[in-house]
C-alpha cells in the first residue's frame, strides 16, 4: 500500500472499541505513531471518528470543538450508574407511573432540552478532574459529581416512541445537533428525571462531526488494506475557509511573517465540499458560518470571511499554513510548509 505522509481519514468506528483503540490501529495500518482523533466516541457508540496523521494532526484543534450530529435511543423508565446501558441499574420507576407518562408529557419534555441548557457531564466520562480521567475515579471508588457546563442543543427531534408495557419501559429514538462537549446520555438522564421515572441511553451513532457526515465514513481497516485517505489540502479546505497567496507570500508566511490577505475568492467549506465566495482585502469584512456548522446557504454557494477567524492558507494547491485573518492581514498560527532557506 503506497502510504501518504500527511492526511485526514474518516473512519466508522464500531461498536465495542474505543477512540483510542481506533488510533492504536491506525497507527499500524499507517505505520507511524503520528495519529490523532478529534472527539471521542464511547465503546458502545458507533458512527464518525475523523483520524489525522503526519501534519494532519495538526488540524484536530480546528475539528474538535466543532457541532455534531448523532441518532440514538433512550430508554424511560429505569437509571443506571452510567447514564447508558454499560451500568448497573439503580432506579426503576412502577410500571404503573412509567404508562402513565404520555407520549405529550416526552414531547414537552424534549422541547425544555432544546437550545442553550446548562448540562451536568455523566461522571464516567474523559473529563479530567486534577489531571485524571472522571471515570478513572469512579472505577477507583471516588465519589464524582461534575460540575454543569452551558452546551448548545440545536436539534433534539423524536422519531418514534414505543412502549414495552411488559418491561414497564418506553424507548425514545431521535436525532440531535449539539455544541462540541455536550453528552447525548447526559440528555437521556435528563429527560427522564424530568418526567420522574429515570432514562438512560442505550444505543448511540454520530452521523456527522463538523463538515465530515457518515456517507464519508469508511470501514475501520486492517494492517494491509488500502485507505481511502484525504489529502492535507482536501482537509484543510472541508474545515476552514481558504485562500491562495503567490510564493512570495508562501515564504513569508512559511518564515512567521504577517502578509497582507490576497484580495479575491475565498474557498469557504460547505457540506460535502467546498464553494468560493469574495473575501475582503485590506479593508473589508462580512459575517461567515462557524467552520463547523451546516451551511445556511444553498449548497454551492459562498459568502464573505470574517475579520478575526482562521483561514487555511496554501500556494499551488500546497498547504502553507493556518492564519487568522485581521485587518486585512495574515497572521500565521500553525505553519505547515518548510521555509525555503
Do not use: W
Amino acid at each position: 500500500m503506497n502510504k501518504p505522509a500527511d492526511g485526514v481519514v474518516v473512519i466508522d468506528k464500531p461498536l465495542g472499541m474505543t477512540s483510542h483503540d481506533v488510533v492504536g490501529r491506525m497507527r499500524r495500518v499507517l505505520g507511524m505513531r503520528r495519529v490523532g482523533h478529534a472527539g471521542t466516541l464511547d465503546p458502545d457508540a458507533s458512527g464518525v471518528l475523523v483520524i489525522g496523521f503526519g501534519r494532519g494532526t495538526r488540524l484536530l484543534t480546528y475539528l474538535t470543538g466543532d457541532d455534531k450530529d448523532y441518532q440514538a435511543t433512550i430508554r424511560l423508565g429505569m437509571s443506571t450508574a452510567t447514564d447508558d446501558a454499560a451500568g448497573e441499574i439503580i432506579s426503576r420507576a412502577d410500571r404503573s407511573t412509567v404508562t402513565a407518562v404520555s407520549d405529550e408529557a416526552i414531547l414537552g419534555a424534549v422541547e425544555r432540552l432544546r437550545g442553550v441548557i446548562s448540562q451536568r457531564p455523566s461522571a464516567v466520562s474523559a473529563i479530567k478532574v486534577d489531571g485524571v480521567r472522571a471515570y478513572a475515579r469512579v472505577r477507583a471508588g471516588e465519589d464524582v459529581v461534575l460540575p454543569e457546563r452551558t452546551v448548545e442543543v440545536s436539534r433534539f427531534d423524536v422519531q418514534s416512541i414505543r412502549r414495552d408495557e411488559t418491561a414497564g419501559s418506553v424507548e425514545v429514538d431521535a436525532t440531535f445537533t449539539v455544541s462540541s462537549g455536550t453528552y447525548i446520555r447526559a440528555l437521556a438522564r435528563d429527560l427522564g428525571a424530568s418526567l420522574g421515572i429515570g432514562g438512560h441511553l442505550v444505543c448511540l451513532r454520530r452521523t456527522r462531526s463538523g463538515r465530515f457526515a457518515i456517507g464519508s465514513a469508511v470501514a475501520l481497516p486492517e494492517p494491509g488494506d488500502d485507505v481511502e485517505v484525504l489529502d492535507l489540502a482536501t482537509a484543510l479546505r472541508q474545515t476552514l475557509p481558504c485562500v491562495e497567496v503567490d510564493a512570495a507570500a508562501a515564504s513569508d508566511i512559511a518564515h512567521g511573517r504577517i502578509v497582507p490577505a490576497p484580495a479575491g475568492d475565498v474557498a469557504v467549506p460547505a457540506a460535502g465540499g467546498t464553494s468560493t465566495a469574495d473575501v475582503p482585502g485590506a479593508s473589508g469584512s462580512a459575517d461567515a458560518a462557524p467552520s463547523g456548522a451546516p451551511s445556511d446557504r444553498p449548497e454551492g454557494q459562498g459568502g464573505a470571511v470574517a475579520e478575526g477567524i482562521e483561514v487555511g492558507v496554501l500556494s499551488n494547491g500546497d498547504v502553507v499554513a493556518i492564519a487568522r485573518l485581521h485587518d486585512g492581514v495574515l497572521h500565521p498560527k500553525a505553519v505547515f510548509a518548510s521555509p525555503a532557506p
